[in-house]
């Protein structure tokens, strides 16, 4: 049977399934096809230990761009929001932060944070409108183009001289020499290195590692929420919205390639031979494995595979769920304070020094750590009594020198084990199961190439103009019909929806012309 | 007490070149020195009976050849040789050589990987383009973004067309180029890692970053845009050693009526309202002048010596982060002899006349850093090891042997505390060790050692950490950030007061750009006419 | 271990024993790493033992890549402009290769070996290019230019002189073809390609037996004038014939720092070699979209009236008016077998059409002082010397 579609959209993604409904809404027949059993590529939650679930890979939304959830009408349930990122003191003296406020330094940090933050919001408010559109092209004389390049002079230079001038030193430089002039608590320093470089590789001494933060508070200026029932419902919901607009979802239909002729797409093969058609087809998988694996190298040219090959995209970070028989003791804290973002970077250099090994393929001794108890907030995720730990854990490079085998799993797991020790003196008492993810498991899972959250390096070389490459950055690729919807186009990873918004508007344009 | 039309403090190649220029246009100058001997970190010093040791930069081809030319730096002696070549000792007892003939050079990669061998064409070709559009910048004021003043326009919009001309592809890889990590840059060209080694020693030297922070691409171009006779990337050797650009900058300065004077420190900048009105010496002489270049860099300038209080608290406040991190540190070797390198054939032409590293791998580079951030000296470090004797005569007595060391890193501080003795030794047995290893005799043929860490450096020359850049050359203090947003044209926020130094555009090494863009600031301020040469223009 | 020490000078081919015993002049250059001879005896008498006799030029430094494995006919269909499927084994075929953007990397030929098994040949060397356009193919590319010894053998003579060493199955040979032939217990592989525009062959050989090959051609091409030539004989023939050569008549763009140097095959007169029927090639896309929109740049022959020689001349769309000045000599000599005052140049389109006249403004030097002419100059569109035996198949035993 030969079906025909205006659009294939590949992987149920968040991105997939944004960018799906919204070409729904415009009208389009749209088919979306998802190699696993449920859709949400690395926004799903499910279980790890009978009777306890997690978020699988993504577990804290904080991106998801407010034009999405408007285009859509997006009313998602949370089980918590706004919340507090509390950075763990091995005694009691916390610190902690939300918004422009920050508890546990003194007067000094907590002016200069409300300043810096007051700063940091400005910046990423200037960047956002242009992360949510397609990525002008560079030295063209395409009207458009200029126009978007000339507003976002415009933008820069309404600042007001001073703000710009810091905008342009600050945007290249590195979160450590920025905090270290501005801070004097260590464990505040930690905290905001670590939003600086979680998901990266790059340590908080790396330059660019400003921009990464900037990213992050550019959907709603860092305020992070815990959706109920973990960030499968996130996905649920994008899938139900994009099914009432239309959309038709297969799960378990793994797609082995991109169909061509004459240099476009005509649909797409699954690995069981299934063959569907349409001239559009829109790839939610990162750009390696689209266009390496899926299209193919050898249906494109040959500079432009060398630049998709060279796309960094090795992941650092780890998933951590562990089953909890009940909440470990963390000295100092409120019940309230298990429902927060809770990290480990006592200081700037204990997260630098995370990241030396991870530079030679090796973990880190002393990892850094994002946790959540969503259960304290969700009791759909564990048994009663119970308690579910979900933590990213960094630095665990992809390309281990040994391969993940099992002693360097054991290394790692003994790593993690002694440091949250050090803050949960009674951990292993509560423990009924854990799992480790490490990016290759990840790359296993989700089908995201080197285990990469980001579908990419969120750097300079790797950003707006060039994200995913020199050339291709405007969703459409070098084959008629194509376009890339996925963290790994502009602008980036992170539950956002933006590359899925942006692509399908792309998409939509080329098909009024 | 004395009345010049400027004066210029600090006798380095900036500051002399700087007050050449002011001299050409005929003021009357003066070039203050707190040392007794003039050049700052351009210099050749008698350290040992008979021996020059060039004991701070090394080499020489940043110096521009507008400025070689204008200032008929020839008639005052100076002379580079080209050099060629360098040398990559390896752990397994081979090594691997550039060489100047390019079919050696391609043959000798072959060698180790026949891949990189041809990708070297692609990559001389496009770094080379990086180095072309940058260039046509080191003689230029940058413009200021945020102004809208003609002359920034209009310097903003020929900077805005020369990379249109790139094209849309160049375009995206200059953006690329300028943002990435020399470590992801080599990545995307070769594939062997001693020859990525081998190119990338070019982005760290000078930094407080390795080869995997990002930016530190765009370092290698501040030692590829260089030229020796219009061979770009060429280095070469002053005949005398590095003092030779200074003393020829200094007879210029002199054959315009201007004057150098040593041994005159400069305790204070003396300001009243708003308004520079000279300086004050160490010895409590003062010298009055209505204009005052700081050679110096923006640290010692505008910390040691002014007052807090005659300067803007924005300003002042970025000078106090201004980034100017102690990160090499330097060994002056007299040798009685060449030493012999067992790795390389007999009778080699690279033997003396290469540069020398002993490190072949970039995880060792990262690791060096590494050490670095620990706040100690590398200890296994990145050495750039020249022996200029072998080609210039006039180093050493015949036979003798004078040998460079710069390395990489070495902290200004061990750990926040100042250096002890037994850590200064500690750096010292690194750096020979590692050479040592690859030179058995070496040792044995050691006259005298001279150690210098940027501690050291800053207690003779004055650099603050000892940075040979005058500040790190990463996004935020480069172009019309450098040194302070704003400030970024040579003129600092007293009235008379400017800046000459490798804290400003276009930044460090022996370059004279700085100088000389300050003193086409000052002249266009004083409307005098302008004696500084233009660019000559790469076409 | 012992220090592994490098040729740091300049190799020698083979074929370099006979070439210096032969050699009077003493005049060689660097061909890729190589000593390659300028000239023998006589740059002029060289030159017409290409087209009167036989012209024997070693091509040794010709950069040789073997390119086998099950994708290797996929793999060099997307890296070349042209159809290769149409390339059967035993034949040859002239390609042009390029870059994402459609500019030229560099021209060669493709020797179809054996069925799947080609050989690349060209003249720089892109062993980078190769292997990173080999990314999702199943092939294998391996460099062996030291592993053949290669001889060009040019002329209307070159025919008999083969058929002297009793090689079976020469006859048939056509233009473009090649064939293989036991000899001094190797293999020869005689291609009918070359450099020169005439009839003409070209020997590749283990480089052991590269002397024992050298002598018995010569033994064969005693009674047919058969000579050893250097470099400028053979770069004469070649303008004639109208080929291009690289760094001179186009940059390969992966050398080409300035943005707007290189140039598309469209430019270049070699529309002919690009097969737009192709589902994919590398520089596909950005071809479709200049053939378009239109060129920037024409590559032309020129005949140019007088005999005084156009080296690097500018060209122009009027005699008189300066200011409309539309291109420059890339190649220009004169041709002594056709008596033509020719060259190769580049012009902005819309000139330089076949038939166009334009302006070429030649310097020229005599007895020290300097002369200034504006020439007429014709746009031709065939080559300025293609003979008949050049195709005839038999060749007739000149």
Redesign the interface.
Known sequence: MIDKYDAIVIGAGHNGLVCSALLAKAGKKVLVLEANNQVGGAAITREFAEGYSASACAHLLYQLQPQVEKDLNLNLKLASKNMSTIVLSKGSEHVSYCGSKVTGVNDSDQKNFEEFTKRMTKFADLLKPYLNKAPPRLGTKNKKDLFTLAMLGFDLRRMGQVEMREFLRLIGMNIYDELDERFENPLLKGGLSLDSVLGTHLGPRSPNTILTYLYRMAGKHGEISLPEGGMGSVSKALSDCAEAAGVEIKTNAQVKKVLLAKGAATGVELNDGTVYNSEIVVSNADPKKTMLELVGARNVETRFTHRVDNIRMKGNAAKLHIALNKLPTIKGFSDADYGQRILIAPDESYVEKAFNPAKYRKSSPQPIMEITFPSVNDDSLAPSGGHVMSAIVQYAPYKHKSDWNEEARNNFKNAIYNVLKQYMPDIESCIHAMELLTPVDLENEFHITGGHWHHGEFTLDQFMFVRPVAGSAQYQMPIDGLYLCGAGSHPGGGISGASGRNAAQVILKKGNK | MKKYDAIVIGAGHNGLANAAFLAKAGLNVVCLEKNDYIGGAAVSRELYKDWKYSNCSYVCSLLRPEIYRDLELHKHGLQVTPYGGSVQFME????FAS?H?P??A???IA?HS??????Y??YS?DT??QC?LIRDFLLRTAPD???FKPKDIKELILLGNK???????????T??FW??SVA?YL???FEKDVVKTAFSGSGIIGTA?GI????TAYVLLHHYMGDVDGNVGTWGFARGGMGAVSDSLAGAVQAYGGEVRSEAGVDQIIVKHNRVKGVALENGEEIYAPVVVSNMDVKRTFLNCMDEKDLPE?FYKRVK?F?IRGSSGKLNIALDGMPTF?????G??LIGNADMHFIDSM?RM??AY?DW?DGTWSKDPYIDCTIPSAVDPTMTPPGKHFMSCFVQYCPAQIEGRAWTSEERDGFTKSVIDQISNYSPDFKDLILHVETRTPQDIEDQIGITEGNIFHGEL???QLL??RPV??YAQYRAPVNGLYMCGSSTHPGGGVMAAPGANAAREILYDLKLKNTVPENFGDD | MTPVKINTGRLRTPFYPRLAELDCLNTWHNWAGYSSPEALYCEDMEYFAIRNSTGVFDITPMTKYRITGPDALDYLNRLVTRDMRKIKPGRVAYAIWCDDQGQVIDDGTIFHLREGEYRLCSQERHFAWLTTAAIGFDVSIKEETVEIAALAVQGPTSYSVLKNMAIDGLDALKPFGLMHHQIFDTELMISRTGFTGDLGYELWIDPDKAIDLWDALFEAGKLHGIKAIGTHALDLARKEAGYLAPFEDFLPAETTVRTGRTRSPLEIGMEWLVDFNKDNFNGRRALLKEKAEGSNWRLVKLDIEGNKTADHSFIYSQEKNNSEEIGFITSATWSPICKQNIALGTVRTPYGKPGDNVWVEVYYQREMHWNRVMAKATVVDKPFWFPPRRGATPPAPF
């Not at chain 2, 026949?114 to 990708?119: Q, R, V, W, Y």
């Open positions: 397994n007892g081979d090594y060489y003939d079919e050696a391609h043959r000798e060698r026949k891949h990189d061998a041809d990708a064409t692609r070709t080379m383009r072309r973004p945020t102004s990379f249109l001309e790139l094209g849309e592809d160049r375009l995206y890889e953006l690329r943002t990435m992801d990545d995307e060209y970053l995997h922070s990002p930016g924005n982060n980034k067992p790795a390389l054939p007999k080699s032409e995880e990262e690791l590494d951030k990463t996004m935020d019309f950030n947003p704003g």
